[in-house]
């Protein structure tokens, strides 16, 4: 096992783990800045009011692209049980 291969193999997790979080992070980041213009306009500062949205968003969003993140973590996986037999060399 060599270092570049390590290396490797360390850039396509953490890759995967960036495609992954990606897009609910994306989500929770756009519903706070919208929520935060909302509060700075209206002068209501409630906690629940940024939590609840974010939360729905969030969860809307592994609704929506579940199925798209299992088969990239599937496709994954199949790839690094792939590389076993590297690992031996």
């Known amino acids: ?12 997790a953490l890759f995967m783990v960036l495609l992954l979080a990606g897009p609910s992070m994306a989500v929770a980041l756009l519903i706070g800045l919208l929520i935060s213009v909302l509060q ?7 906690q629940m009011l940024n939590m609840v949205p974010k939360i729905v968003g969030m969860f809307l969003t592994l609704l929506l692209l579940g199925s798209w993140m299992l088969k990239n973590v599937i496709n994954y996986t199949t790839n690094l ?3 076993i037999p590297n690992l031996l060399h």
């Not at 096992?1 to 396509?12: C, D, G, I, L």
């Not at 700075?40 to 409630?46: E, H, L, R, Y």
């Open 1 to 12: 096992m060599s270092q570049t291969f390590v290396v490797h193999m360390a850039r396509e």
């Open 40 to 46: 700075a306009t209206t002068q209501i500062q409630d």
């Open 81 to 83: 049980y792939g590389q």
